[in-house]
């Protein structure tokens, strides 16, 4: 056993969010298992600009949103989880996530 561990998403709260403030709620996640959930849910994972996160546990990391007829969570998603997002992306989305990981200040597009 190889002792690493899977990142882990929290949603946070949509209130907090839109006054640009990153307030864990909910259930913590490894990641793959958020994705099962997500498409058990059939909820389609996006970007909200701006969405790099600074500061505080999850520095780096993104919120991204996940949508459905029902309506649209938001999540922390730690920047080590991005390899982990290729197919759960669209590719546009996947390759702005990856710019800006290489290049802290690129724009998201």
């Not at 922390?76 to 080590?80: C, F, I, L, R």
């Given at each position: 056993m190889s002792g690493t561990r899977e990142p882990i998403v929290r949603a946070i709260d949509e209130y907090a969010w839109e006054a640009a403030e990153v307030r864990p709620s909910g259930v913590a996640l490894p990641v793959g298992e958020?994705?099962?959930r997500l498409e058990t849910r059939g909820m389609r994972l996006g970007m909200v600009p701006p969405a790099r996160i600074a500061?505080?546990?999850?520095?780096?990391?993104?919120?991204?949103?996940?949508?459905n007829e029902d309506g649209r969570v938001y999540f922390?998603?730690?920047?080590?989880a991005l390899p982990l997002l290729r197919d759960?992306?669209?590719?546009?989305?996947?390759?702005?996530?990856?710019?800006?990981?290489?290049?802290?200040?690129?724009?998201?597009?």
């Open positions: 958020w994705l099962r500061g505080g546990p999850y520095d780096g990391g993104w919120v991204l949103s996940a949508d922390a998603v730690p920047a080590e759960a992306l669209a590719p546009e989305t996947y390759a702005a996530l990856r710019r800006q990981a290489a290049m802290p200040g690129a724009p998201l597009d």
